[in-house]
């Protein structure tokens, strides 16, 4: 069998990369709910700022929570306000969206891809995530005493 390409044909449910992509989906679109229920008028919040809370200080992502639900509402400027990297998270968790049905979409239609999509999906989710998160990884290496 030279030449030909044999793909192994796994049920849906049964394909731990699609789990995956949907319980991902699922706690993305969770976030989105949360963001969107709970106001930034009323601050409501039920999530506190433990840091806060204990130091009394803010930390780097005080107002995050106030930041992605005015993300939602389309109040950009002022989501900036309350957190200068929230717009960062929020596109970050919304092409993680995008990604989640997009590649298992492809997993689905084209199921003998499956390598090649996961080292794509690997790669470009890892870059969104540095980018989008890179004030925190500073942050977290500032504080540890790493430079």
């Known amino acids: 069998m030279t030449g030909v390409a044999i793909s192994r044909y796994v049920p849906a449910d049964r394909d731990s990369y699609l789990v995956i992509n949907l319980v991902l989906a699922t706690v993305i679109l969770l976030v989105f709910i949360y963001s969107g229920i ?15 809370k204990v130091t009394g200080q803010p930390c780097i992502s005080c107002g995050l929570s106030h930041s992605l639900s005015l993300m939602i509402r389309g109040r950009i400027a002022e989501a ?68």
């Open 38 to 52: 709970f106001s930034p008028g009323k601050d409501n919040y039920p999530v506190v700022c433990i840091h806060e």
């Open 80 to 147: 900036r306000t309350w957190n200068a990297n929230g717009p960062a998270i929020f596109i970050f968790f919304a092409a993680q969206l995008i990604m989640r049905i997009l590649f298992s979409a492809c997993r689905v239609k084209y199921p003998s891809t499956g390598k090649e999509l996961i080292i794509y999906d690997i790669s470009g989710s890892t870059v969104l995530f540095l980018v989008a998160f890179f004030p925190f990884l500073i942050n977290i290496f500032s504080l540890s005493g790493i430079h």
